[in-house]
């Protein structure tokens, strides 16, 4: 098999895996053994928490197989001790660092993560390669020591390159089919899902099918549109970008399609939407899933499931309008856009955000997004659409 052949089978495998139609270690085991390494781990997590990161998404894989100890053991015992979390947010996006380069000689000699875990699990001569997201969290993807003799090659330092920008497509499509609940749905399924909005595109890019929500965004004609059966983004920039990510994801039969993820302005000062363009090959059986080429997710921030600002004031014992805002924060709106929606100044909204912060004793408004969405869970099963 060809380093080409090799690549591609991977890249298929992470695509499946990212829509959890294969297993994540399946696709896992791939990745280690096109860049020869011994194991790899995946993180996603908000760097600007505090004075500490938190951490969503933690998986570790050794071989062909996750090690959930490894995980646990990481966590419970050594992240708050490892010297490198913040320095692994001063990165570049996209750079790849060796990971003996982010300790000091002195951390060298007495760091428990890096002379215990790291030792012991072979991974003190890895590297890391870190991704921005625009949401203010990071992707890490922590590669273990090269399973070569002389340690990292050229071809393999430069396999990983290649491949990063995929991994780091798996964790967002992967998270944002998460957020859906939508992992392992059918093609069907996907349709009658209400929590995000799915348009199947035919191999020649056309619109074979989209669900309610992805439909009304459509009608509405807000940055994203559907011009005679074809997808298109209403500004001219946008649209050209649009048109080179569908290119990628849809290239001549025979080669494999690639992802990409772009947001797509809106009028009013709105959130933009969010598009993950996924490829797709043979998800499922039939005539219908023979057709379907690429998977186009649309993830508009403020359609998520609305918390009452009632049930703010009651629990977390804001004002009315202090809730009303942090609601509005919550579901995506800019500070401008959640002006618009009140009718007030934007420095208004400014006010009333410092005062929650203040009240719930938070600095960032990702905080107060998780503090917000986390009372969805009293409110019950979102409604479908």
Known sequence: MTEQDRFELTLASLHKAALADVKWVSAAALVNDMIRTGGHGLSYGDPCRGVEPEVFLHRLFVGRERREDLEQLYLRDYFRRDEVI???????????AYKSDLYTDQEKKTSAVYNEFRRVNKSQKG???VFDEPDGCAIVWSVGNSAERGGWGHDQIQAIKRLGPHIRQFVRVRN????????????TELLENGRAGFIQLDRRGRIL????????ILMKRDGLCDEEGVLAARMKGEDAELRRLLAQALPPYGVQ???????????????????????VREMGTGYRAREVGALVLVVDPTARPRVDPDLLTAVLGLTHMESRVAVSLAT????AGTADELGCAENTVRTHLKRIYRKQGIRKQTELVRRVLALEALLGPPKER
């Open 86 to 96: 913040l320095r692994l947010y001063g990165l570049r996006h996209g750079e790849l």
């Open 127 to 129: 590297l890391f390669m």
């Open 176 to 187: 944002a089919m998460a957020n859906a609940r939508a992992l392992g749905a059918s093609l």
């Open 209 to 216: 099918e989209a669900n309610d929500r992805a439909r009304d």
């Open 257 to 279: 399609g690639a992802g990409g993820s772009m947001k797509i302005t809106r009028r009013k000062g709105r959130a933009p939407l969010v598009l993950e363009i996924h490829p």
């Open 332 to 335: 995506g709106q800019t500070v």
